[in-house]
């Protein structure tokens, strides 16, 4: 199967009370673990790829990689482009086979955003591509650029219409509480997901699909893991896995996790190093960081979006 856009995995998640999964990929285990999850499940998938994984990875390896996946696991994959922050970047991507992209413009004034925002959707449509854009500022880290909680700001309801209008989107990733990164709240802090905003940008644009970045829940299990092999993450907290659940059941449709993915792989390696010091080939240590993100994604699938068995096969 070639890659899909997101159009038939948006409307079927929206009528179906769940979520896809946007998992972020920098290198072959991750690809791997995050896609022998998803075809254990049937679940339909979003890879996304961030300026920094390009920068790492090359476009070409990305690319590759994506299509050794299709080809092993014959799944709906869409691969996307991730907080997109100019229209060349985005259309590098378009032209380089990317079906979903993101462009980012949550940081400019209202018009600014628009206008970048409709210049790459004119651009992307035309090629059969979608488009996320992004109203509201999440606090956290994101590629090189923190944001820092007081500059982060709540998605205002009255603007969705008129942005989603104006622009042409596809989708829209909204703020309402969560935040990039490992550090989500201060430690004493009760999490919360600004539920009556999303109601409200739900009431607005009927059926038009929502899309939550910075949904890591942090897991506590491997934190623990990192902080007893030698890591160093006191105070890594994330989103309840219920709030996001719950999110998913309304008009939330994509849902973005990478630092769970990062953690539970830097634990795995953490661990398999301190039990076996002597060990040196790194496919000893890479082994069980694949089979972590293979868990994780696996359980992101089953307990917070509700995806499995959606896929169309
Ligand atoms: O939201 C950003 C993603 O976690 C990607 O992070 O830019 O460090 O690859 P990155
Ligand atoms: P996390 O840092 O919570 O995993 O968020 C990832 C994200 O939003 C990617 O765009
Ligand atoms: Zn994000």
Known sequence: MPLVTTT????DAYAGGYAIGAFNVNNMEIVQGITEAAAQT????????SAGARKYAKHAYLMKLVEAALEDTGLPIALHLDHGNSFELCKSCIDGGFTSVMIDGSHLPFEENIALTR????????????????????????DDINVSAEDSSYTNPDEVEEFVSRTGVDSLAI?????????????????????????EVGRR??????????ASS????????????????????????EMLRKAASMAVCKINIDSDLRLAMT????????????????????????????EVVTHKINHVLGCAGKADL
């Open 267 to 294: 634990a795995a390696v953490r661990r398999h190093l301190a039990e076996n010091p002597e060990h040196f080939d790194p496919r000893q240590y890479l082994t069980p960081a694949r089979d972590a993100i293979r």
């Open 42 to 49: 049937r679940a339909p998938l979003i890879l996304q790829v």
């Open 175 to 199: 703020a309402i509480g969560t935040s990039h990164g490992a550090y989500k709240f201060k430690p004493g802090q009760k999490p919360q997901l600004r539920f009556d905003i999303l109601e």
């Open 218 to 241: 942090v897991m506590p299990e491997y934190v623990e893991v990192v902080n007893r092999y030698g890591g160093n993450m006191p105070g890594a907290v994330g989103m309840p896995e």
């Open 205 to 214: 644009l009927p059926g038009f699909p929502i899309v939550l970045h910075g």
């Open 119 to 142: 210049q790459v959707v004119e651009y992307a449509h035309d090629k059969g591509v979608v488009v996320e854009g992004e109203l509201g500022r999440l606090a956290g880290i994101e």
């Open 8 to 11: 038939k995995m948006f409307k």
